[in-house]
């Protein structure tokens, strides 16, 4: 599968972004999926998180309530809708996908196969 990520952007703080991963290949509904982000000087960590059927979602405690993961596997696309953002929220955020098999340890990045290309967000005050 390979990733290519979208939506981001420049908005103040208490607006809203929603990014997009879209995903080619005919598994990515077998893919479990997440969204983390990298500030600069500082290593890329977990947002969010989503098993390959949806029927589980993992958050950061620093987005939990203000960010949703969702995805749509007719249309090969995850989708990380943030709302009430802030400026701590500025980042590059990359997509991934792990094919599965095992535990999924949702919140590291070496459980990944796949990346994206990253999306800058920019979150003014």
């Known amino acids: 599968v390979q990733l290519q990520a979208s939506g981001g952007g420049l908005v103040q703080a208490g607006g809203s972004l929603r990014l997009s991963c879209a995903a080619s290949?005919?598994?990515?509904?077998?893919?479990?999926l997440g969204w983390f982000r990298q500030a600069p000087g500082k290593e890329r960590e977990f947002v969010a998180a989503?098993?390959?059927?949806?029927?589980?979602?993992y958050y950061a405690d620093s987005v939990k309530g203000r960010f949703t993961i969702s995805r749509d596997n007719v249309e090969n696309t995850v989708y990380l809708q943030m709302n009430s953002l802030k400026p701590e929220d500025t980042a590059v955020y990359y997509c991934?996908?792990?094919?599965?098999?095992?535990?999924?340890?949702?919140?590291?990045?070496?459980?990944?196969?796949?990346w994206g290309q990253g999306t800058q967000v920019t979150v003014s005050s």
């Open positions: 290949g005919r598994t990515f509904s077998k893919y479990n």
């Open positions: 991934a996908a792990d094919a599965g098999g095992g535990t999924y340890y949702y919140a590291s990045p070496s459980e990944y196969d796949t």
């Open positions: 989503i098993k390959w059927r949806g029927e589980s979602t």
